[in-house]
């Protein structure tokens, strides 16, 4: 009896320190970027000017809702693809890999670096949606869609982003190389996002964004799960 009693509590303290570890991998990167703030400035700048470059292209001609969910998703895929580039160039550019690797596993820093990218991913939705629909003058006839649609977006976006950045990490020129090979990836999301993004602004219901969501919600755990599997190797090898 007091063996089975011990298992359950040392399942908790493993969980508890593995917490604790991603928790420590957020803050760092978080007290960086309030530092720096590069990242974010980034995101942020390239999406607007993308979103300002877009209004006066278009000007006052309407456009269908196509379009803006497809103008809307490009903005979103190439700031993020741009912006979240460096998430683990900069370890190895200031000499910090190596005490993550000495002092924490593998899986707390593909956590903590997924927490902080979704965090910064969520921050970029938010501002450039409010400009999207404020500059094209765009109602959203499903407001529920809409935000759902974007989260999941969000989160596929974040994860093979986090997944591919650690991956040319090790380039010499890591950076630049992300977005070309990120591009190919996030078709799925891009056509999916587009298509249900479409369906709410024309007021559609959830049913009939039905294959899209489950297509964002696949490719999301699609890679969450292949990052499980593959991070050790990419980030100990």
């Keep these: 009896m007091r ?16 917490l604790t570890g991603a928790w420590a991998v957020f803050r760092k990167d978080l007290r960086v970027e309030l530092r720096s703030q590069y990242a974010a400035n ?17 000007g006052p001609q309407p456009l269908s809702a196509r379009v803006r969910a497809a103008l809307l998703w490009i903005v979103l895929l190439f700031a993020a693809s741009i912006g979240l580039g460096r998430s683990f160039v900069a370890e190895y550019e200031g000499g910090t890999a190596l005490l993550l690797r000495l002092h924490t596993r593998a ?21 450039a949606t409010s400009v ?10 499903t407001p529920g869609l809409f935000a759902g649609t974007l989260a999941l977006g969000a989160l596929g976006l974040t994860s093979a982003t986090t ?9 010499s020129r890591g950076g630049p190389l992300l977005p070309v090979l ?3 990836v996030l078709v799925p999301v891009l056509v999916s ?19 899209e969501l489950l297509t964002l919600v696949g490719f999301a755990g699609a890679t969450l799960s292949a990052a499980v599997v593959l991070f050790d190797y990419v980030w100990v090898d």
């Design 3 to 18: 063996e089975h009693g011990r298992v359950p509590l040392l399942a908790s303290i493993l969980l508890m320190n593995w």
């Design 42 to 58: 980034t995101l942020l700048l390239f999406a607007l000017a993308a979103l300002f470059l877009v209004a006066f292209a278009v």
């Design 107 to 127: 899986s707390m820093v593909f956590a903590g670096k997924l927490l902080f990218n979704f965090g910064l991913v969520v921050l970029l939705t938010l501002v």
């Design 132 to 141: 999207f629909l404020l500059l094209l003058g765009v109602s959203v006839g």
């Design 163 to 171: 997944l591919l950045s650690a991956l040319v990490a090790r380039a």
């Design 182 to 184: 990120l591009l190919p």
């Design 193 to 211: 996002g587009v298509g249900a993004t479409r369906k709410a602004l024309l007021g559609q219901g959830w049913g009939a964004a039905q294959d």
